[in-house]
């Protein structure tokens, strides 16, 4: 997906310690998400941001921390990593809601352990 | 909690045949969207179709939405291999922030 890039795309870590999951945009979006997605879940929103140092809690936000200090990007902490956070996690972007759809990063599958 | 959810969950026809996929949703929304995630992949945006917007289309794509029954479906014409993948559909329910709420999706496979 040109334009909206997660880093890393994989990555294993262990119980407790603290990971942040990158996201970067290039198209100065407005809108940026985090989604985690999980086998029966479907997707479900963590964390939203309407601009930069706006940001807002989605569905599912504990044991996460999103900052939002310039526009093209948006991480995702993990505090304390837990296993119950192994997942598949999206990054997205949209321009102006109602107009147009988002558009999603490639994902980080992260696993605890 | 889910606002849209997907009927069936799986589905498996015959290249050149056609699918129909749909969608339930519970509260009032401003728009409907339907998004294609192929195996390991990110979600890609398929349509988006207001609420004051009956009908779509776009190429192999046809979408419908019916507010008064808050139901949708994706209809894709003369399937092909290729269109294998999962199907979702998100609605856009909160009218002061933009946020979408996705369905868990339907998994489509079409046999060549």
């Known amino acids: 997906d040109a334009g909206i890039t997660q880093s890393p795309r994989y990555k294993i870590t262990e119980t407790g310690r603290q990971v942040t999951l990158m996201c970067h945009q290039t198209w100065s979006h407005s809108y940026m998400f985090w989604y985690r997605q999980d086998l029966g879940h479907g997707l479900r929103l963590i964390y939203y941001s309407a601009a930069a140092d706006i940001t807002d809690k989605g569905e599912v936000p504990d044991g996460y921390v999103v900052s939002r200090s310039k526009t093209e990007n948006f991480p995702l902490t993990l505090e304390s990593a837990t296993r119950s956070q192994t997942s598949v996690y999206f990054c997205a972007s949209s321009l102006d809601r109602g107009r147009a759809g988002y558009t999603f990063g490639s994902g980080t599958r992260l696993t605890v352990v | 909690s889910q606002q849209g959810e997907e009927d069936p969950q799986a589905l498996s026809i015959q290249e050149g045949e056609n699918a129909t996929m749909n969608c339930s949703y519970k509260?009032?929304?401003?728009?409907l969207q339907w998004y294609r995630q192929n195996s390991g992949r990110g979600l890609v945006h398929l349509i988006l179709?207001?609420?004051?917007?009956r009908e779509k289309h776009s190429g192999r794509l046809r979408v419908t939405l019916d507010t008064s029954k808050k139901s949708s479906s994706l209809l894709i014409t003369a399937s092909r291999a290729a269109d294998t993948a999962s199907y979702f559909c998100?609605?856009?329910?909160?009218?002061?922030?933009?946020?979408?709420?996705f369905g868990k999706g339907i998994t489509l496979s079409v046999r060549p």
């Open positions: 179709i207001r609420s004051n917007e």
């Open positions: 998100a609605t856009d329910a909160d009218r002061a922030n933009s946020k979408l709420t």
């Open positions: 509260t009032s929304i401003n728009n």
